[in-house]
Every structure is written in C-alpha cells, then in structure tokens.
C-alpha cells in the first residue's frame, strides 16, 4: 500500500484507520490521547477545522465528527475563489480548464445519459427560453448549471465531477457581476438545443462542436467583481 504524509496527524490516522463515509471518529480528547494522536486539543481542533474547509469530515457538536463521502469540488472550489479574489483575471484560466475536461470526457459522458437526462435537459431549455421571454426577463444561471452538469451526471469520476461543480459554483459569483446581452443569451440556448439534439440523434461528434461554438461565445467585457464579493 502506498504511504501517503498529508502533513496533518489528523488526516493521516483517518487514511490509516481506514474509516469509511458516514462513520463518527472518536472525540477530540479521545483523538489527543496517546492511543491515537498523542497531540494537544487545539491542534486537533486546528486539524478538523482544515478538514471540514475541504470537505473530509463533518463536525457537529451532538453527533460529533464524521466522515463524509469524496467531494473533490469542495477544496477545488474553495482554491479557485481565493485566486479569483487575488485576479479576477484567472476565471478565464479556470474557465480553460473546465473546457478541456468536457472535451476530453465528451463522448464518455454522453454514452451514459438515458431517457431520464435527455428529459431533463429538455425540460432544462424549455425553463431557460421561458425565463428569457418572460416580462421582466430573467437569466437562466440555474438552468445553464443544470444543462452542462446533467450531461456528465452518470459518468462515474469524482475528480471530473468535483471540478465541473466547483467551476459553476465559480461562474455564479462571476456571472452575477456582469452584463450579458440579450442576442447573447438566446444565441447560448440556441446552442444548447443544438446540442441535445446531436446528443438524441447519437452524433456526439455534432454535439462536441457545438458546445466547443458555445463555449467561443464572448458574453462580457471584464469581470467587475472584487476580492469580497469572491468571498460571499
């Protein structure tokens, strides 16, 4: 087995004890005995509070700390924030990133969907071009969330997964401090039916190069958004 030092006693007993998701870790004075870490209170406490920010664990003060399920978006979300606060600028690169991802597990994803996601992407743009006609419009963020994230739902990697949710976790805080125009949004569901289409009829050849057209599209100038609306 592969040795790994994660530079935290904390994380490297739960790796070696071998708990699994949903289990509670013994206490924080248990965990500071000699039996398990050998370490003070406050630099457990310390310990759980690095775990809980990537998501590892669950502390509550009645059911104490468990052991949550992988969630590789948390840590990756939280990191793309705080470079979001320090450059505003490196969304693009973020936004880079998530595009290679979708290309690269394009097909793999799309030969997973069923009826059930090909309803709901459906249904997906139907809200979206109701929310766009409707009198004051409305920007669809939820439904552009939805759409792409329903095309990768079954595929079974937590690592694609977690940066795809922690790229649209990013995207809400951008969108939401910049102007789209209007012929933009209606050209970016335009697409989006395009690409379902392609999917239903069994071309993902068609439908990659229409979400690589979709993702061409300059919908602003320059974020307006600052290190504590990254924050929120």
Known sequence: MVQIDLGSELLNHILAAGYEAGETLPTIKELGSRKYLGISTSKIREQLEVARALGIVDVRSRTGTQLKPLNFGQPVRLAALYALGQN????EQFNDLRIGVEVTFWHRACS??????????????EDAQRLLNSHPIHIPFAEHRKFHLT??????NPFVIGILEAYWDV???VASNQYAE???????WQHHEQIL????????DAALEFFIKHTQLRRYQHPIINKESATK
């Open 88 to 91: 505003a600028e490196s969304f």
């Open 112 to 125: 997973t969907l069923t009826e059930k996601e090909i309803c709901t992407m459906r249904e997906t743009i």
């Open 151 to 156: 095309v990768f739902k079954n595929l079974d």
């Open 171 to 173: 995207y809400d805080v």
């Open 182 to 188: 209007y012929s933009y949004l209606q050209e970016v």
């Open 197 to 204: 289409n392609a999917i239903v009829a069994g071309d993902f």
